[in-house]
């Protein structure tokens, strides 16, 4: 229950209360929400059920904030990425050689055998908010190389 309040809390809580906070201001303004999922939402992996549980929540509440607030002019999407190459891919207890190895046994999972990088993310979130995605919300956007399909 440890593990699930910390992932819950921080993934899931955090969103939830600062989207409240937050959304006088947002819909007085017209804005946006972005949040993010992780592809591991919809592409389950062992020994991250905490993790993906919390994804599939904000997944949820992206898709049900979007019918909520679509006639208050209030657009909501989520962003899935799959592997990103950040800091935290340098911050395991592995040696430097078996952190690279690790790393590459990842990416060779990932179809296009690559990890994203946070300018990809960017990119994409960039075009959710333009005017270009007037009429995108609700939807889930993934950004994971392919990993999705699999």
């Known amino acids: 229950m440890e593990d699930y309040d910390k992932a819950f809390n921080l993934d899931v809580r955090a969103v939830v209360d600062l989207t409240t906070k937050a959304l006088p201001m947002i819909m007085a303004t017209k804005g946006n929400i972005i949040n993010l999922s992780s592809v591991g939402a919809t592409h389950l992996a062992a020994n991250l059920s905490m993790y993906t549980g919390t994804k599939v ?47 590459a046994k990842v990416a060779e ?3 296009v055998q690559r990890f994203a990088t946070p300018e990809e993310i960017a990119n994409v979130a960039l075009f959710l908010v333009s005017n270009e995605a007037s009429y995108v919300t609700g939807s889930i956007y993934a950004v994971d190389g392919g990993q999705g399909a699999l």
């Not at 997944?59 to 904030?65: D, S």
């Not at 909520?68 to 340098?90: D, S």
């Open 57 to 103: 929540a904000i997944e949820n509440f992206t898709r049900v904030w979007a019918l909520e607030l679509a006639l208050k002019g209030v657009r909501v999407n989520a962003i899935a990425p799959g592997a990103v190459r950040t800091n935290i891919w340098n911050s395991t207890d592995l040696p430097e050689e078996e952190e690279r190895a690790h790393a």
């Open 109 to 111: 999972t990932i179809p």
